[in-house]
T-cell receptor, first 117, second 115 residues
Framework: AQKVTQAQTEISVVEKEDVTLDCVYE???????LFWYKQPPSGELVFLIR????DEQNEISGRYSWNFQKSTSSFNFTITASQVVDSAVYFC??????????????WGLGTSLAVNP | DAGITQSPRHKVTETGTPVTLRCHQT?????MYWYRQDPGHGLRLIHY???????DKGEVSDGYSVSRSKTEDFLLTLESATSSQTSVYFC??????????????FGPGTRLTVL
């Protein structure tokens, strides 16, 4: 069965520290997509990134970077020089196709990140 | 931001009453999803739709039904609400890319309390 594991339930760091959020997935598909979402204390769910299984290049967007490694089935997310505004729950997700090839997402349980001043 | 609205945003109801939540999109996306979010459980898929009148069950569909008579609207109905259905409900929309895997965009959520 397809599965997403975010082993870190909660992480607490001090502002300006770097922090890495882990995501490990299981899939039998050869083509798949991975996602990260952010849910700040206000409650909305914000899309951060999509990565397809054929593109193992790391991605950087400002202080955010993502490391995709098929060999270890991991798609980790690093925040450099963390800020209080980064405090949120972060979700990793994996695309899954149903019998009609319609896509759903399999979600990890999330990692709650607290950045303290 | 994707044009997705949910109504109502907050609702308190009593056990045994029917409740309908509405999701409305202005993006003309094919796929629509209903999730519930509870502490310790992350996001769980209730039902999803891949076109008008085309719907399917997710992992926690018992006690819920859905309808989609127009591209822009996806309704979630609790036929007889129970306290276990107290939750935050999110609607999401997406398009499917060639090869699958379009990102989902979420509505603001509906906080439902069943007393």
């Amino acid at each position: 069965a397809q599965k997403v594991t975010q082993a870190q339930t909660e992480i607490s760091v001090v502002e300006k520290e770097d922090v890495t959020l882990d995501c490990v997935y299981e899939t039998r598909d050869t083509t798949y997509y991975l996602f990260w979402y952010k849910q700040p204390p206000s409650g909305e769910l914000v899309f951060l990134i999509r990565r397809n299984s054929f593109d193992e290049q790391n991605e950087i967007s400002g202080r955010y970077s993502w490391n995709f490694q098929k060999s270890t089935s991991s798609f980790n997310f690093t925040i450099t020089a963390s800020q209080v505004v980064d405090s949120a729950v972060y979700f990793c997700a994996l695309s899954e196709a149903d019998a009609g090839n319609n896509r759903k997402l399999i979600w990890g349980l999330g990692t709650s990140l607290a950045v303290n001043p | 931001d994707a044009g997705i609205t949910q109504s109502p945003r907050h609702k308190v109801t009593e056990t045994g009453t029917p409740v309908t939540l509405r999701c409305h999109q202005t993006e003309n996306h094919r796929y629509m999803y209903w999730y519930r979010q509870d502490p310790g459980h992350g996001l769980r898929l209730i039902h999803y739709s891949y076109g008008v009148k085309d719907t399917d069950k997710g992992e926690v569909s018992d006690g819920y039904s859905v309808s989609r008579s127009k591209t822009e609207d996806f309704l979630l109905t609790l036929e007889s609400a129970t306290s276990s259905q107290t939750s935050v409900y999110f609607c999401a929309i997406s398009e499917q890319l060639a090869g699958g895997g379009g990102e989902q965009f979420f509505g603001p959520g509906t906080r439902l309390t069943v007393l």
